[in-house]
């Protein structure tokens, strides 16, 4: 069994920062890669930023600049440090990993999800 806990989301000002922290729990034998979605109102999943287990990173159009994917490895856990938020970019954030269970296989586990409220 896998669990994924998300912490850091809540209201933040126009313009303002936020960082966001991914938690990966239980039978792991390796992390492959890990990222973050986001999910508006009314608009499709979409990827926000992906990192590897080699620590190379790939981010979205919208936020390339402003946001920042890490991972520790040590600790299972992937981060997302959003600067100068916008508005727009209200939604909930989710975190995803590709876990190697060893002997049960490679699956992708999805976190439950963190609201981000950027008031203007």
């Known amino acids: 069994h896998v669990q994924l806990v998300e912490s850091g989301g809540g209201l933040v000002q126009l313009g303002g920062s936020r960082r966001l922290s991914c938690a990966a729990s239980g039978s792991i034998f390796s992390i492959n890669a890990m990222g973050w979605h986001r999910q508006a109102p009314g608009k499709d999943r979409e990827s926000v930023a992906a990192?590897?287990?080699?620590?190379?990173?790939n981010y979205a159009d919208s936020v390339k600049g402003r946001f920042t994917i890490s991972r520790d490895n040590a600790k299972n856990t992937v981060y997302l440090q959003m600067n100068n938020l916008k508005p727009e970019e209200t939604a909930v954030y989710y975190c995803?990993?590709?876990?190697?269970?060893?002997?049960?296989?490679?699956?992708?586990?999805w976190g439950q999800g963190t609201q981000v409220t950027v008031s203007s």
């Open positions: 995803n990993t590709e876990i190697n269970r060893g002997y049960f296989g490679t699956y992708v586990y």
């Open positions: 990192i590897t287990s080699g620590g190379s990173t």
